[in-house]
């Protein structure tokens, strides 16, 4: 990624917690620092909950799918820390920063 592009950003996980990180990467968003490209939870519902009310054009119940369609420069994880292994090890084999 070069300095004058934006970062593509993923957030896993759209729990309570997420709401928190979903509203620090849309004013980081909105001020032209960062692309919001996909939200992925395994609930498809709340996935497109928190898709449609940030503005997120992309929701995913499945990583894999994300990280291949949507091909982020980073993802955040936002989901219990006894899942980050398998997700961090999945971000990495598509060259994404975690």
Do not use: K
Not at 10 to 38: I, P, T
Not at 41 to 55: L, M, N, Q, T, Y
Not at 66 to 77: F, I, K, M, T, Y
């Amino acid at each position: 990624m070069h300095s004058n592009t934006r970062a593509r950003v993923a957030v896993v996980g759209a729990g309570y917690f997420s709401q928190f990180h979903y509203n620090a990467w849309r004013r980081l968003h909105e001020a032209g620092r960062v692309e919001l490209a996909a939200v992925c939870d395994r609930d498809g519902e709340r996935a497109r909950a928190v898709a449609a009310s940030h503005g997120i054009a992309h929701h995913f119940t499945d990583l894999q799918a994300l990280l291949a369609e949507s091909r982020p420069d980073v993802v955040d994880l936002v989901t219990p820390p006894d899942t980050h292994e398998a997700l961090v090890t999945a971000a990495i084999g598509h060259d994404a920063l975690v």
